[in-house]
RNA sequence: GCGGGAGUAGCUCAGUUGGUAGAGCAUUAGCCUUCCAAGCUAAGGGUCGCGGAUUCGAGUUCCGUCUCCCGCUCCA
């Protein structure tokens, strides 16, 4: 089956089964944004869970917090998000492609400086070791036109920019007349802002209410929290903060399902170390996190390590761990060394010293970072790809029926264990709410006795449930049920009294743990 | 934003030159059922995305509009 086909139809199940429903969908829907349904939010917690307890749970110098939302605007500012996160950008009439304005600009005040770098090298030939670059530079009569063409273009955008006059933006491109580097057109739209932050007014709508921002990253209530959490956990270097949260972004083009959303959860860990350590650290979460995600039992094949070569301006290492969705390779998890740049850049906005006290060496500094930053909804997606699939079971008469089985890993399986009687008579229902009520406290667990069982068997395959147990008239006489395997569709008699215990070690979190440390 | 595709029941779709909105599955109730979906009976569920135009009459023709999906530009 063609992959795009694959995902239309995961897309379609995971809507007709209650994982994933379009938001609002009655209004007509609203473009990337999706809500969980009943059993979506039971495997996200799941996944959620199965994260907080790897690093919280499992690593003593690890602790979890809950930041808001809401920020103190200044963070913005300091983390580099307010400037870094605001793209002019124009459109070509012709061509149909979109610029960053600002780029285009640039990349047209390159090409003089191009020309001013072949004088250099023509004038170096023509002086040898005699050439002065500085003075060939003030003096040369075709760079100083150059140079005083950058300076003009260069001058006008910059302030500009500064200004926020997408106008004179849109007026540098007509006046120089820049061409789309594709189509050659300079056919242009106007200029727009698009801002990658939400905004939105704290307190009242009234005059002067302070505008503030949806989060577009949890890491910062991470940062911000540091001192406080450093101090009243007596934390020692090195140790970690992790978080579990909402992140918003104004995507231009939000798209593919659930993976690109506008809003979405992050799942961060921020480890802070002495400098100079960061490496060595970057390379154990880099190891531990590609444990965490093989210990699901997804297949190995559908991961890989991407390594950045251009690093963003915090981070001296970055890599990604991507996974092969049905569009392809994408980002799943981010691991990267963030220095010290985003506390040092808190201290400075902030005024307030956030610096480490090292008793053994009696030296104060701010910590280096090593983030583990994974996208809650991707690893979401990256189960429900991996698990779907459907299946041709031989039928009695010799005919191939499609079995569509959802392959979650059963520790995170929304519904664990379904309990259904073989018919709806002989007490054999009442024997079946017996043991239901038992084992609820232990699994999520679901009753079913409508139709036949075998019809009862494929709707929990749909929904990935990882065991059945029947009730059958052997089970009155002999207190033993049957318990089904999804994946095998085999059956295995057991007693009652052991039915617990044996489901536990089949579907229970510690396993998965006790993979990766 | 541009280009392409699509909106009819929960799902998959049919609906003729314009003439009373349909099927299968699903759902609910009842009957029947000794282990891998689709036995029997009945019921519920749709202002055909929305608005306008043409017409005696529009799911169907025309215009507008909204939304979703795919592609492109952007992406810490």
């Not at 300091?78 to 996160?85: E, M, T, V």
């Not at 030939?125 to 260069?154: C, S």
């Not at 880099?286 to 991961?303: D, F, S, T």
Request: with cysteine; hydrophobic share 35%; charged share 30%.
């Amino acid at each position: 089956m063609a992959q795009d086909d694959l995902f239309k139809k995961l897309i379609a199940h995971a809507k007709e089964y209650g994982y994933i429903f379009p938001s609002s969908e009655i209004y007509d829907g609203l473009s990337a944004v999706y809500d969980y349904g009943q059993y979506g939010s039971e495997l996200k917690n799941n996944i959620k869970q199965y994260w907080w307890d790897s690093m919280v749970k499992m690593n003593e110098n690890i602790v979890g917090i809950d930041a808001a939302i809401f920020m103190h605007p200044e963070t913005w500012k300091a983390s580099g998000h307010l400037a870094a996160f605001n793209d002019p950008l124009i459109d070509n009439k012709d061509s149909k492609k979109r610029y960053r304005a600002d780029e285009l600009i640039e990349d047209y005040i390159s090409k003089y400086q191009q020309k001013i770098d072949k004088e250099v090298t023509k004038g170096r030939k023509k002086f040898g070791d005699d050439f002065d670059e500085k003075q060939f530079l003030e003096t040369n009569p075709n760079v100083r036109r150059n140079q005083k063409k950058i300076d003009e273009i260069n001058g006008r955008l910059l302030k500009a920019l500064e200004n926020d006059d997408l106008n004179e933006i849109k007026q540098i491109i007509l006046d120089y007349e820049i061409a789309d580097p594709v189509s050659g057109s300079k056919n242009w739209t106007d200029v727009r802002q698009f801002n990658l932050m939400f905004e939105t007014r704290l307190g009242s709508l009234a005059e002067g209410a302070n505008k503030i921002y949806l989060r577009p990253e949890t890491a910062q209530g991470i940062f911000v929290n540091y001192l406080n959490v450093q101090k009243t956990g007596r934390m020692k270097l090195p140790f970690g903060i992790a978080q579990i949260g909402k992140a918003f972004r104004n995507e231009i083009v939000a798209r593919q399902f659930i993976f690109r959303m506008r809003e979405f959860e992050q799942m961060e860990m921020q480890y802070f170390v002495k400098p100079g350590t960061e490496k060595e650290w970057f390379e154990h979460w880099k190891n531990l996190r590609i444990k965490w995600h093989e210990a699901m039992g997804l297949p190995k094949e559908k991961y890989r390590l991407h390594e950045h070569d251009k690093l963003a301006h915090y981070a001296n290492a970055a890599y990604d761990i991507e996974f092969e969705f049905p569009f392809g390779f994408k980002e799943l998890e981010g691991i990267h060394s963030r220095t010290d740049f985003d506390l040092s850049k808190h201290q400075e906005f902030s005024g307030k010293k956030i610096q480490y006290y090292d008793p053994e060496s009696g030296e104060s500094f701010v910590p280096y970072v090593v983030e583990t930053s994974i996208g809650l909804d991707r690893t979401f997606l990256s189960i429900l790809t991996a698990a779907y699939c459907e299946e041709e079971v031989p039928k009695e008469n010799g005919d191939v029926d499609t079995r569509v089985v959802l392959k979650i890993p059963p520790a995170l399986a929304p519904i664990k264990l379904s309990v259904l009687p073989l018919v709806k008579k002989d007490g054999l229902p009442e024997k079946a709410r017996e043991i239901m009520e038992k084992l609820k406290i232990d699994f999520m667990c679901q009753y079913d006795e409508k139709d036949s069982i075998g019809k009862r068997y494929r709707r929990q395959d749909a929904i990935g449930t990882p065991y059945c147990i029947t009730i059958d008239h052997q089970t009155l006489e002999d207190n033993t049920v049957t318990i089904r395997d999804r994946d095998s569709m085999e059956q295995e008699r057991i007693q009652i009294n052991e039915l617990a215990r044996i489901v536990d070690e089949k579907v229970s979190m510690k396993k998965l743990l006790r993979m990766v440390f």
